[in-house]
Nanobody, 111 residues
């Protein structure tokens, strides 16, 4: 059974950094684009960043210049490096591939 498992969330002060990881089991990772979404309380889930198998990246405007998505195809893992975090980045962050979703990892930015 294919699974996506996120890790790396936590509590960080404004201006701080975190790196999220998403490990994928199964062959699905090597042949598909991967995406990070987030959902804050009371808000809809929104796309944060995506990366194709070949490494082409796209970012939401609200994270451009601060977040970076990458993938290690040998490890079946996708990463989201988050720098200069702001309180409005507080959300549950999800990894996605096609119709598969991870359980989410909480990111809280607060002083």
């Amino acid at each position: 059974q294919v699974q996506l498992v996120e890790s790396g969330g936590g509590l960080v002060q404004p201006g701080g950094s975190l790196r999220l990881s998403c490990a994928a089991s199964g062959r699905i990772f090597s042949i598909n684009a991967m995406r990070w979404y987030r959902q804050a309380p009371g808000k809809e889930r929104e796309l944060v960043a995506s990366i194709t198998v070949g490494g082409n990246r796209n970012y939401a405007d609200f994270v451009k210049g601060r977040f970076a998505i990458s993938r290690d195809n040998a490890k079946n893992t996708v990463y989201l490096q988050m720098n200069n975090l702001k309180p409005e980045d507080t959300a549950l962050y999800y990894c996605n591939c096609l119709t598969l979703w991870g359980q989410g990892t909480q990111v809280t930015v607060s002083s």
